[in-house]
């Protein structure tokens, strides 16, 4: 599907591995490594910088994602993302509401959803009463507790099978994505994977990604060969 509603420039269906950062000394070089590794989706999650400073963040990220022709997304504010014309923006359950976002940052941007539970996946689709939300995107998570969510139990796979069975929309898969449990998520019907502390605590992030990246583009292709066999 398109990354939009009703349109939009991105195509998020076939890509694989979505990193999720905070802002950090050598944050431009950083992504450019990360996706010369395999990384084809960029966000700056970043929670405690002042807004002129997450602008000016933000402002550098997005050139080095436009370099690459990755979608740079912005956590948290679409207001943000609609001033400096990020390609989308991330929101969770208590942020601004999926409807109120897209107002914000219009029919052409990348809307994502986090989702937690059955009861947040039920409000997503939508059902006799009430649409589907004008998102582009869910993510689902976190499969396993993670320092980046303090505090929340982890979903386990029974919920991507879920997620994934359910969406219309390309559910990326949250929490402990590395290389050693991303088979065991494809195999529940995981295709999109969200990564952090694979990445951000990695001494060479460049080969972190695209080990990563092989192992993932392997056990989708087993899944789905297996699926069409």
């Known amino acids: ?11 998020l269906g076939g890509r694989r591995l979505y990193l999720c950062t905070p802002d950090r000394l050598d944050l431009e070089q950083f992504i450019d490594k990360c996706i010369q590794g395999g990384v084809d989706v960029v966000q ?9 400073r997450l602008v000016a963040r933000a402002l550098r990220v997005q ?46 941007a990348i809307v994502g959803l986090s989702t937690h539970g059955t009861d947040d996946l039920q409000r997503a689709v939508g059902g006799p ?19 980046t969510k ?3 139990a982890g979903t386990g796979l029974g919920y991507v099978r879920e997620a994934t069975g359910r969406a219309s929309w390309p559910v990326w898969i949250t929490g402990g994505v590395d290389p050693t449990t991303a088979p065991a998520m494809a195999a529940s019907g995981a295709r999109h994977f969200v990564v952090v502390r694979w990445l951000t605590e990695a001494d060479d992030p460049a080969q972190h990604a695209r080990t990563l ?11 789905e060969a297996a699926a069409t066999g």
């Open 1 to 11: 599907m398109t990354t939009s509603t009703p349109g939009g420039r991105w195509n």
């Open 44 to 52: 700056l999650r970043e929670k405690h910088l002042p807004d002129v």
């Open 63 to 108: 050139q080095v994602c436009a370099h690459h022709q990755v979608p740079f997304i912005l956590n948290d504010r679409p207001d943000l993302a609609a001033a400096i014309g990020a390609d989308g923006v991330h929101v969770g359950q208590d942020d601004l509401g999926p409807d109120e976002t897209r107002r914000v940052v219009g029919p052409d």
């Open 129 to 147: 009463d009430a649409g589907p939300a004008p998102v582009d995107y869910l993510s689902a998570g976190p499969v396993t507790p993670t320092p």
């Open 150 to 152: 303090p505090g929340r």
């Open 213 to 223: 990246r092989q192992v993932i583009d392997e056990a989708v292709a087993r899944e």
